[in-house]
């Protein structure tokens, strides 16, 4: 176990251009590395690749620099950092010598998915691709070793691999990748070589220090918003306020007389000034006053959103899951009940760098500079905006100043080709921070009614949970579940993430959408359903007269679980004395293969100001790449979660968005921050849990429990600043 003072950096990527000349390329290309065959040229401006490059993953170049093309962004996760270490655990080069960049999203278009999904969503860079690097760096290794027996006319086993060279062990004679990696690259493996198992790793668990911390420090590193073409204009939009709208009509000649515009171009749902400087741009843009078709959503706010969702629990529900006779445990005479119901509201991504896209269209290609989880889903949204096949079409992506789910889906890119259309010249457009926060696709919101029964033991022996949120599925359009349900809607809350074994118990949902558009959300589903599920978890603990940690403890089996809460309890201090109005929470769940407990210490004054003193996570993700980063990422999902517990919410009227900018979408400040503590107790065993979405969910019922143990009041409904904590 690990523990470390809350870290500063949380994002990006060193990015490097890759030398063609003498350079050796080994990756993983579907099916399999021996089966790899060279490929040929890429379009100018992709990717340099080496003449006789087996595949996509891996580059020796003559001074011994290997190149690490990442299947996954880069966001501030880590990815980076923990995808490189991979390659390198097997590969045996030398550290120092490892750079890396974003694979390119053309070429794994033409070479048939051959970087494999390269959508970073769900907590899925380590724990769906370790495998596949793994087998790039050995199938890498064996070839440079094999290439260097041959030099010497010595057998195989004679040689070995080390720090970025090749040795034979009983002359000592050695040479580096770099002088190996030319006839390297020609070798074709008849089957590819075993990779080392968790047993064997020597630099995998390493606290090691980031690849991208060096330019985020010297101000090298580029987002997409930094992106600079010669020629390049700007366009700031004013989208329509109300979802689903559409522009009506705009008298542009305010605008068309200022200094530096150069076009306004009217969308379908948007109106659009470009201008030589971004800020002329948008003051021209501020003097145009667009009228909007909004139909009859401008009826819809935020108490009519509330009602809806709560009279849904009354309504008929799809079942999600059903353990035994849950109604009839209910309904048994002299059954125990507990009874609640919890809402949760819709939240922004509100990310440090708003939407943005720079896009040049030329005679024969599409150039995109943008930060995207998904350059794919990019590349493909740019082809059908722009007109053109999906081959012409170049994503050049860039460090993400943000992410949580919401860059998978790009307005603001087909926005930008559409303008690019227009104006004929390379166009940078900027969603201002008032559009960025007032045009998401929000975390969904959600309302829950909770039933139980306590039995004798003071174990719960049914529960049934109705829960209605909208359909993320729906509102992207894509996959949605025919039968009503999506795994989001009940995620942490089926028996398969729970850590509870309830005898009897329920599942009902209500997908209910309305005109404002949902998304994911770091966390996901879990964002949300750990505070409710959690939370009432905690009043079923109070019922029973069960101290809240013995409660979870005797009904959890699972030996990663029961791991998590003795450490949980053990650096938690669970169990001593606090001081007055000073309470103690605790939460756990599953999220995305991994298993997150969190205790929250609180101090609620007695005219019910709040103070969250401390934060103890305990994370089982069976195997830990970087623990620097893993921490990273825990301390930085604390630091969101919070954030959207004390602040966060997204309010509705006359069909728009009410907040604007950080000051009426509030983050949390430094001074603010508690002092937050990492634990990583990995299991091992054959799971690869992921780190980006876990530590969220576990945080706000951990701090809502404490208030409840700090003042006997109750929350059952966020964000914490609309709760009255003051004692009556």
Request: hydrophobic share 40%; net charge positive; with cysteine.
């Amino acid at each position: 176990m690990t523990k470390h003072d809350l870290a500063l950096s949380r994002r990006a990527l060193i990015s490097a251009m890759l030398s063609a000349g003498g350079g050796l390329a080994v990756g993983v290309f579907v099916p399999s590395f021996a089966q790899a065959k060279q490929l040929g040229a890429v379009l100018s401006g992709d990717e340099s690749l080496a003449p006789r490059e087996m595949n996509a993953f891996i580059v020796i170049d003559p001074d011994n620099t290997v190149t690490v093309r990442l299947p996954h962004t880069e966001m501030g996760q880590g990815a980076a950092t923990a995808l490189s270490m991979i390659v390198a655990e097997e590969l045996e080069c030398d550290w120092t010598k490892v750079k890396c960049e974003h694979a390119s999203a053309n070429r794994n278009l033409r070479d048939k998915g051959v970087y494999r999904s390269m959508t970073t969503v769900g907590s899925q860079g380590v724990r769906t691709s370790y495998a596949y690097l793994q087998q790039a760096g050995a199938s890498a290794r064996v070839r440079l070793v094999q290439t260097a027996a041959e030099q010497w006319q010595v057998p195989v086993v004679e040689c070995a691999a080390a720090n970025g060279a090749v040795t034979h062990l009983p002359s000592k004679r050695s040479l580096t990748f770099g002088a190996l990696a030319t006839k390297a690259a020609a070798i074709t493996l008849g089957t590819e070589p075993t990779t080392k198992t968790p047993d064997q790793f020597r630099f995998i668990g390493k606290h090691t220090a980031r690849l991208d911390s060096a330019p985020k420090v010297n101000g090298s590193a580029q987002f997409g918003i930094d992106t600079q073409l010669p020629g390049m204009v700007y366009a700031a939009v004013a989208n329509c306020p109300v979802f689903g709208g559409l522009l009506k009509a705009v008298d542009d000649s305010p605008a068309k007389g200022q200094r530096g515009v150069i076009a306004v171009v009217k969308l379908e749902n948007a109106v659009v000034v470009v201008a030589d400087r971004y800020w002329r741009a948008r003051s021209a843009l501020a003097l145009l006053k667009p009228e909007w078709d909004v139909g009859d959503r401008a009826a819809v706010d935020t108490p009519m959103l509330k009602k809806m969702y709560l009279d849904a629990l009354d309504g008929p529900m799809v079942t999600a899951e059903k353990i035994g006779d849950p109604a009839g445990a209910l309904a048994a005479p002299g059954a125990k009940l507990v009874s609640a119901t919890y809402e949760a509201p819709m939240l922004s991504h509100a990310p440090m760098e708003p939407m943005n896209a720079t896009v040049q269209i030329s005679a024969d290609r599409v150039d995109v500079w943008i930060g995207s989880q998904s350059p794919p889903a990019a590349l493909r949204q740019a082809a059908q905006a722009a007109g053109v096949d999906p081959s012409k079409v170049f994503v050049h992506n860039c460090y993400v100043g943000g992410g949580f789910g919401r860059r998978t889906q790009h307005e603001e890119l087909i926005q930008a080709v559409q303008v690019a259309k227009v104006v004929g010249k390379p166009v940078k457009l900027i969603w201002s921070r008032e559009e960025d926060i007032r045009q998401d696709h929000y975390r969904p919101q959600a309302a829950a009614r909770f039933n139980a029964v306590i039995g004798p033991d003071g174990k719960t022996t049914a529960l049934d949970i109705k829960i209605a949120v909208p359909s993320i599925f729906r509102s992207l359009k894509i996959n949605p579940a025919a039968n009503g349900l999506e795994p989001m809607a009940f995620e942490t809350m089926g028996s398969a993430a729970s850590p509870y074994n309830i005898p009897n118990k329920q599942i009902g949902v209500m997908l209910k959408n309305t005109h404002v558009p949902v998304m994911f959300w770091r966390g996901v589903g879990g964002s949300q359903n750990c505070f409710l599920m959690e939370s009432f978890v905690d009043e079923m603990a109070h019922a029973a007269g069960v101290d809240p940690w013995e409660f979870r403890r005797s009904m959890v089996t699972r030996p990663d679980m029961i791991g998590v809460l003795n450490v949980m309890k053990e650096k938690g201090n669970w169990g001593k004395p606090m001081g007055p109005g000073q309470g103690r929470g605790i939460a756990i769940c599953e999220s995305y293969n991994s298993v997150t407990g969190q205790v929250a210490e609180v101090t609620v004054t007695p005219d019910g100001k709040l103070k969250v003193d401390r934060v103890v996570c305990v994370v089982d993700c069976y195997h830990v790449v970087n623990p620097n980063t893993v921490e990273q990422q825990c301390q930085g999902g604390a630091i969101m979660a919070l954030t959207a517990a004390l602040y966060g919410e997204i309010n509705i009227d006359k069909g728009a968005t009410v907040q604007s900018n950080f000051n009426t979408y509030r983050l949390l400040s430094m001074a603010e921050t508690p002092q937050i503590e990492v634990y990583l107790p990995a299991s091992g065993g054959p799971k690869w849990g992921g780190i980006g979405e876990p530590s969220v969910p576990p945080l706000a019922p951990a701090v809502c429990n404490a208030i409840f143990a700090a003042t006997g009041i109750r929350v059952r409904s966020l964000p914490l600043k609309n709760v009255n904590l003051k004692k009556v």
